[in-house]
């Protein structure tokens, strides 16, 4: 459940790195993410298998 509860027994696990959802956020990830884009929609227009992710094209998703 979200947010965590403040009582929740994993607020004090000692282990425990709690982040917001923004937590992989970073100018390189941006970069790589942007990337894997372009390199998905190139293997869509070339007929290649999509490698990053998915791909709509129209109402059918291609890829993983």
């Known amino acids: 459940k979200e947010p965590l509860p403040d009582d929740s027994p994993l607020r004090g696990a ?10 992989w956020f970073s100018d390189g990830a941006s970069d790589r993410m942007s990337g894997w884009t372009v390199d998905d929609v190139l293997d869509v227009l070339e007929g290649r298998p999509v490698r990053h992710g998915r791909v ?6 291609l890829g993983s």
Not at 14 to 23: D, Q
């Open 56 to 61: 709509a094209v129209g109402s059918e998703w």
């Open 14 to 23: 000692p282990r425990l790195t709690l982040t917001p959802h923004v937590a």
